[in-house]
């Protein structure tokens, strides 16, 4: 931890976009927190060390005018920007990069990057994606899941596989039988996230969770959401991208149903 004779008074000091204001205190880690106003005009509380080694030089603004920028070039040179594989490579880029994307915490946030070859140039992300086994079916997999996204520790799985190599599997021993959740999920018949809520639910005991038959939790099943020119039900949907209709209904309902920003947030986060 520091301790205060070695504080720097920064007040006033400009760092990228931001320009420290005061200090806040400490964060949990003991490191000084300062807030800031970034140029666009957003105030976001930073420690002083991320902005002394260059680590944090916006409130997230900087990051996505690059990624703008680069697609807006990307988008000249190749023309895919509409392709799935092209909004799998913009989803990397967001999580790893933006502060500000839901999660960011997930991956940016704990030191997770794209390698430089990836992050600079689609066509090189979309060649490796061809030659090694993608197809529109399939999402991208960290082989090991604290690595970062690089031709190495990357493959081409099913949301099912992907499911089994997440950071949040658990093992879970019931009646004598030991499975990850998405092993449990296969066994029982539940949908993944289906079980997720109810293992994080108090609402269930472990039996009733991996027993309990599953109502129907798809609601209007013959309703067509319309996007992209396409009209599908929450199934149809479902097949489109690789998902349970349990995680479109789940997409949809968040969205008060808006198909648009329902699927558009699937697509930028897709991978």
């Not at 520790?153 to 099913?158: D, E, G, K, L, Q």
């Not at 996230?193 to 599953?214: C, G, V, W, Y």
């Amino acid at each position: 931890m520091n301790s205060a004779k070695n504080f720097k008074d920064i007040t006033g000091q400009k760092f990228g976009r931001l320009t420290a204001l005061r200090r806040l205190g400490r964060d949990k880690n003991g490191y000084a927190l300062w807030e800031c106003k970034c140029d666009c005009g957003n105030i976001v509380s930073v420690t002083g060390n991320r902005l002394r080694t260059g680590n944090t030089k916006s409130c997230g603004c900087y990051n996505i005018d690059k990624i703008r920028e680069r697609n807006h070039t990307l988008k000249r040179k190749h023309g895919e920007t509409h392709t799935k594989l092209f909004h799998i490579w913009t989803g990397m880029q967001t999580r790893c990069s933006n502060p500000n994307a839901i999660n960011y915490k997930d991956y940016g946030a704990k030191g997770i990057s794209i390698c430089e070859e990836w992050a600079n140039d689609f066509t090189k992300f979309r060649d490796w994606a061809l030659k090694n086994g993608y197809s529109p079916n399939l999402t991208i997999d960290r082989i090991d899941f604290t690595g970062n996204y690089e031709p190495g520790n990357c493959r081409w799985v099913t949301v099912k596989e992907q499911n089994r190599n997440r950071s949040s599997n658990t093992l879970i021993t019931f009646n004598g039988e030991t499975h990850c959740i998405a092993e449990w999920a296969e066994i029982t018949g539940i949908e993944y996230d289906a079980l997720i809520h109810r293992l994080q639910s108090k609402n269930f005991t472990l039996e009733e969770a991996l027993t309990k038959p599953m109502k129907s939790h798809i609601s209007r099943q013959n309703t067509l959401f319309r996007y992209n020119g396409e009209e599908k039900t929450i199934k149809g949907w479902a097949e489109h991208f690789g998902m349970t209709e349990y995680q479109i209904y789940c997409r949809l309902r968040y969205r008060n149903y808006d198909a648009d920003a329902a699927f558009s947030a699937i697509r930028q986060d897709a991978g």
